[in-house]
């Protein structure tokens, strides 16, 4: 059999029992002609169920049953919901491991760890935990559980919390769920990022990570010999008295339980709702990739349903801008679900345009009522590929046309279109929080696309996303650079004393900090204090749900590392990656409002000792000095304010 043959066909049932280990590295194959005991098991196991599934591979199976982005049958329904199996784990079991381990057990884990499926956990924390924060504050904890026989039903659940003169927290503040494995792979081989195409998965590891957070069950089986984080939260209500409340977390298997312990330190001082958090936060939502899951049509009430828990998460995060597709797609084809136009472009017979603006219009007011709201940013006057497509009604056919900034067609085109969009936006009274938005465009380029949008309508704010150009920067209001670039001291200054946006964004380039679903899940939160340390406005990341072909199942993709294009999963799954990040939005709320407090008081020794907390969050320090170590630190300190 060829491994690096992703193509979907199969011709055995043999085969495509073997094909759940495709895009797994060739140096396992060994592994798998002669594997342990338990890993021969379990191949058996699935290849017999497989052969009793698969009679031949016919377009009728290919219907029934998913397959992932590089061609790993999934042996169960595309795009499942409610429940769903993990895929086999590509390393298997080794007996060894699990030596004298016969029964099931549970005890608290470290968030800063991504437990495997099939070894013991280490870093565990023992029965008792203790989390700390302000009120309005979300806090985290990761239980783990592990069995050396089959479990049929763990659950949990939480007791009361109590605290002094019958004090509670209650039950609503808290929340959980059974953290799910998804597949996933490495950086490339020079260890300096993710970019680059990855079709031949052969040619990086493949592992299954603890990552998706799955609220949806509220039970779950356990294979023998496997290991179930669980993931708990705790969001303070701002009414809270502060003090110590004391609880436990009853984890139940099959009969057995084990009450874990957990005390939460409630500080004086108050966080805000997310809706008025400082941090400027981009994660770029993708409507097209829900629509495609949840098999329902486009911009029907049935989509508008299935995205509205995926933004309420989002809002919660403080999230500022809508992501909006100005024309047909302004990225080319990079996403499993690419972005088709939010407006109609249409050429009229007499050679003049017109546009229909209907379901950009439906997306916004829709994201707003969700609690996004305070930015539109559209996309894209100057596409990845310059090629802008368009109803032509003297031919009654869709048409495509080549052309770039500066030339007469681009600009007759565009005119029209800004002239038209202008006059809507002030109608809808959206005009002041429309951003005409690039991304990764070069300082020519831009100036041309900028010097008409200036001669459309001069009122116009503009951002770009990309590298740093000191003659780009006086025009762009919201003007976003890789995480590795700098403003000039008084260029930032004077951006923010003109209420203008600076941020930064990772993306596939950075191989240290990042969210890809093999990344340590520190990295998440330590982008948070080191935007802080930088004292920028906030963080853009370019997929938020761009999800790929069987997101829940194998977070690879044909291009960049896996997980670089989407941070939650279908039904509002969070993942331990997103609450993380969200953690660090946190603590930069932190010390903004210490920041502000200082200020007012004249208190120069607070404001110095908030720098020297935050002073280690430096580039030049990832990976040598661990993300988790410098975020626990800086945690414990901005608590003790």
């Known amino acids: 059999m060829n491994f690096k043959n992703n193509s979907y066909l199969c011709k055995t049932a043999e085969e495509q029992a073997s094909r759940a280990f495709i895009c797994f590295n060739p140096k396992r194959i060994s592994a798998l002609r002669s594997p342990e005991p338990i890993a021969k098991t379990m191949y058996n196991k699935i290849k017999t169920a497989c052969a009793a599934l698969i009679f031949f591979c016919s377009p009728l199976m290919a219907q029934q049953n998913g397959t992932t982005q590089c061609g790993v049958p999934t042996n169960q329904p595309e795009f499942p919901r409610a429940s769903y199996q993990e895929l086999p784990d590509p390393h298997g079991i080794k007996q060894s491991d699990w030596k004298g381990i016969t029964d099931w057990q549970a005890t608290w884990g470290d968030i800063d760890t991504r437990y495997e499926k099939h070894v013991p956990p280490h870093n565990k924390q023992g029965i008792s935990m203790t989390l700390e924060g302000w009120k309005g504050e979300t806090l985290h904890a990761q239980a783990v559980t592990w069995s050396g026989k089959t479990i049929t039903n763990l659950t949990f659940k939480f007791s009361e919390f109590n605290g002094r003169n019958h004090q509670t927290l209650p039950a609503s503040a808290f929340s959980g769920g059974f953290v799910r494995y998804v597949m996933t792979d490495q950086l490339n081989t020079d260890g300096k990022g993710g970019c680059g195409d990855r079709i031949d998965h052969s040619l990086f590891d493949s592992l299954l990570v603890a990552d998706c957070i799955d609220h949806t069950i509220a039970s779950m089986s356990m294979e023998a010999y496997s290991v179930r984080p669980i993931w708990i939260s705790c969001r303070i209500p701002k009414e809270t008295v502060p003090g110590t409340y004391s609880g436990k977390v009853i984890i139940e298997a099959d009969g057995k339980s084990v009450a874990l312990s957990l005390k939460i330190i409630v500080h004086k001082r108050t966080l805000p709702d997310a809706s008025q958090w400082a941090f400027h936060l981009d994660l770029w939502q993708n409507p097209f990739a829900v629509a495609r899951y949840y098999k329902v049509p486009l911009w029907s009430q049935e989509h508008f349903e299935a995205m509205r828990p995926i933004l309420k998460m989002l809002a919660g995060a403080g999230q500022k801008s809508i992501t909006v597709s100005l024309m047909h797609k302004p990225w080319g084809g990079q996403t499993e679900d690419y972005f088709e136009s939010m407006v109609t472009w249409i050429k009229k017979v007499d050679g003049t345009w017109r546009f229909d603006f209907g379901v950009f219009d439906k997306w916004v007011e829709f994201a707003m009522s969700q609690g996004i709201d305070q930015q539109i940013n559209c996309y894209s006057m100057v596409p990845w590929k310059l090629s802008f497509q368009y109803f032509d009604q003297a031919t009654n056919q869709m ?155 194998d977070s690879r993709f044909r291009a960049w590392a896996a997980g670089d294009t989407y941070l939650v999963y279908p039904d509002a799954r969070s993942s331990i990656r997103f609450d993380r990040l969200v953690e660090g939005i946190q603590a930069y709320e932190k010390v903004y409002l210490l920041r502000k407090e200082f200020k007012s008081l004249n208190n120069q020794r607070g404001l110095e000792k908030i720098e020297k907390i935050l002073s280690p969050f430096k580039l030049k320090n990832l990976p040598q000095v661990p993300a988790s170590k410098t975020v626990q630190t800086a945690q414990k300190a901005l608590n003790g304010f």
């Open 399 to 553: 048409k495509s046309i080549q052309t770039a900034p500066g030339e007469d067609a681009y600009n007759e085109m565009w005119t029209a279109m800004l002239t038209s969009f202008s006059k809507h936006l002030k109608a809808k009274g959206w005009f002041d929080k429309c951003i005409i938005a690039m991304d990764e465009r070069p300082r020519e380029v831009m100036q041309q696309t900028l010097k008409l949008i200036r001669q459309v309508e001069p009122n116009f704010k503009v951002s770009l996303a990309g590298s740093y150009h000191k003659e780009l920067e006086p025009e762009l209001y919201d003007y976003c650079i890789t995480i590795g670039e700098t403003f000039p001291e008084e260029v930032k200054e004077s951006r923010q004393k003109q209420g203008k946006v600076s941020t930064v964004y990772t993306c596939c380039a950075e191989a240290f900090p990042n969210t890809f679903t093999f990344s340590d899940p520190a990295e998440a939160a330590w982008i948070g204090y080191h935007i802080a340390n930088r004292h920028l406005d906030g963080y853009l990341r370019w997929a938020y749900n761009s999800w790929v072909k069987e997101p829940l199942l």
